[in-house]
């Protein structure tokens, strides 16, 4: 038996609306799906989905065990312009840096207070 490997994540929110703009204006994610208290969101050219629910009865930025989630780069780069992109789209940095020389990351939190990172890594494809 095989599986397309880890799919989607769903996490609880306040205002699915607030985080469709926030996640829109820092990665440019799409709509998959969207009715009220209820979202979808893929990661442009990738398969990867987020799932953001209202009212589901979990406090919303409480991880309970899980430290962050994290979109890795295509290139190095490519991290420049995110940290303003998160800024200016209502997310707070908590650090940045390299974690070796030419592997730069970011870590914020975005407005629900989920911890978020960006970084790059050479991985084999």
């Known amino acids: 038996m095989t599986t397309y ?4 994540v769903a996490v609880a929110v306040n205002d699915v609306h607030r985080t469709l703009q926030f996640y829109q204006e820092v990665f440019g994610m799409e709509v998959m799906y969207l009715q009220e208290g ?3 969101l893929r990661t442009p050219g990738c398969n990867d ?7 589901t009865g979990r406090p919303a930025g409480e991880s309970a065990g899980i430290a962050h989630f994290g979109f ?4 190095p780069g490519d991290i420049e312009g995110f940290e303003e992109k998160i ?14 020389p030419g592997s730069p990351f970011i870590f914020f939190r975005d407005p629900d207070g989920y911890e978020v990172e ?3 890594e050479l991985l084999a494809d």
């Open 38 to 40: 209820f979202l979808q």
């Open 5 to 8: 490997g880890l799919t989607h």
């Open 118 to 120: 960006i970084w790059y």
């Open 87 to 100: 800024v200016s789209a209502g997310g707070i940095i908590i650090s940045k840096g390299e974690f070796v």
């Open 72 to 75: 890795r780069l295509k290139a």
């Open 49 to 55: 989905i987020l799932v953001f629910e209202e009212n």
